[in-house]
């Protein structure tokens, strides 16, 4: 029997996410208000993958809003009406690795939630507001995870 495919989220430490935030997402503005999620994929992990995790929370956060996800950093979102499209296009290229992408997702005039991958490609880091991320996107993670065959663990 061969090991379990393992997700892991780690709670960040409150104002963590804003120090972590690359200079491209600073400028866009992270509210001081958000609190933040390290997921950490399995070394398994496939592209596809994780674009469908991705793809997942992204539609499991924005049920019964109304939002647009904007591309940040390095994404070649030109055309496109969605960021999100460009931003799974990222996932493990050359830009994805380097940290110089992220994606932001906006609800009227406000921020609700921004995502970006870590320097060296393993870490997803997501921000948004406690109660999105404890009743939203790690139940979201728990779903596709149960989906993937991959065991999550909180910390």
């Known amino acids: 029997m061969s090991d379990p495919v393992e997700v892991i989220v780690f709670r960040d430490e409150p ?4 120090e972590m935030a ?3 997402v600073a400028r866009a503005g992270v509210p001081p208000t958000f609190e ?8 398994a992990a496939g592209i596809e993958e994780k674009r469908r995790l991705l793809r997942f929370v992204a539609t499991a956060t ?3 809003r109304s939002r647009v996800a904007r591309s940040l950093g390095k994404l070649d979102a030109e055309g496109e009406a969605d960021g999100l499209t460009s931003f799974l296009r990222a996932v493990d ?12 997702f906006d609800t009227g005039e406000s921020t609700e939630m921004i995502w970006f991958p870590g320097g060296d ?4 880091y997501i921000g948004a507001a406690a109660s999105l991320l404890d009743f939203t996107v790690i139940p979201a993670i728990h779903e596709i995870a149960i989906v ?4 999550l663990t909180v910390q």
Request: hydrophobic letters at 45%.
């Open 15 to 18: 104002g963590e996410f804003a």
């Open 22 to 24: 690359p200079d491209f």
């Open 36 to 43: 933040s999620l390290t997921v950490q994929w399995p070394e």
């Open 62 to 64: 924005g049920e019964g």
């Open 93 to 104: 290229g050359d830009s994805w690795w380097l940290g110089d992408v992220a994606i932001k």
């Open 121 to 124: 490609g393993v870490f997803l």
């Open 148 to 151: 993937l065959d991959w065991q």
